[in-house]
């Protein structure tokens, strides 16, 4: 079974501090891994994904096998930063279940 | 640019009624899910389908069917409402060979 974990429900930081969403998952395969973001009154979208390797509004996430992470990161929050995070991982192959974990709400603090 | 739509947007439904809920993609992508968001439990998968025709339990399905008879639609019906499935629904739809899925704007439901 496929599962995400993302301890925390809750983060505060304030402006210009580093901030760190954690997410670990569990998965016999290999996974594809993206967070997704929800703000205020806006629909899911997403974020970035692993394969990509890419830097989007600052934050970036680095796959972690060995430790099964993907935490996502980001040098300096800004309050527009301020959303719902979402860590998802894809089974792929024949199942192509989108497995989410159960969000991380992130205040930047002015 | 519609996307990924969902039909009603609230609804208040008392116990032991049925309804359906649509979503209708229009980027003739062939994963759609449903999923239901509830606080402190996230986003938790209800039912999919990998194609026209095809569809698949998801983590919390009991209490739901789907049907997905058109590609670009998915609906999700509630044979008999119960308190507990007052939530949030959402439907999101992926392209084959796509790795990122599109999310609908949600459907708030409360059940009394």
């Known amino acids: 079974a496929q599962r995400v974990t993302q301890p925390e429900k809750l983060l505060s930081v304030f402006k210009g501090a580093p901030v760190e969403l954690k997410c670990n998952y569990s998965y016999s395969g290999s996974p594809e891994l993206f967070w997704y973001v929800q703000y205020s009154r806006q629909r899911l979208q997403l974020l970035l994904r692993?394969?990509s390797r890419e830097s989007i509004k600052g934050f970036t996430a680095d796959l972690n096998k060995g430790e099964t992470s993907f935490h996502l990161k980001k040098p300096f929050a800004q309050e527009e930063d301020s959303a719902m995070y979402y860590c998802?991982?894809?089974?792929?192959?024949?199942?192509?279940?989108?497995?989410f974990g159960k969000g991380t709400l992130l205040t930047v603090n002015p | 640019n519609a996307g990924v739509t969902q039909t009603p947007k609230f609804r208040v439904l008392k116990t032991g009624q049925s309804m359906t809920l649509l979503c209708a993609q229009d980027m003739n992508h062939e994963y759609m899910y449903w999923y239901r968001q509830d606080p402190g439990m996230g986003l938790r998968l209800i039912h999919y389908s990998v194609g026209e025709g095809t569809t698949a339990k998801g983590e919390v399905p009991d209490g739901y069917n789907v049907s997905r008879l058109k590609k670009q639609n998915f609906l999700l019906g509630l044979e008999s409402a119960a308190p507990s499935q007052t939530s949030v629904y959402f439907c999101?739809?992926?392209?084959?060979?796509?790795?990122?899925?599109?999310f609908g704007q949600g459907t708030r439901l409360t059940v009394v």
């Open positions: 692993h394969i």
């Open positions: 998802a991982l894809d089974s792929g192959g024949s199942n192509y279940k989108l497995t």
């Open positions: 999101a739809s992926r392209g084959m060979g796509s790795t990122e899925a599109f």
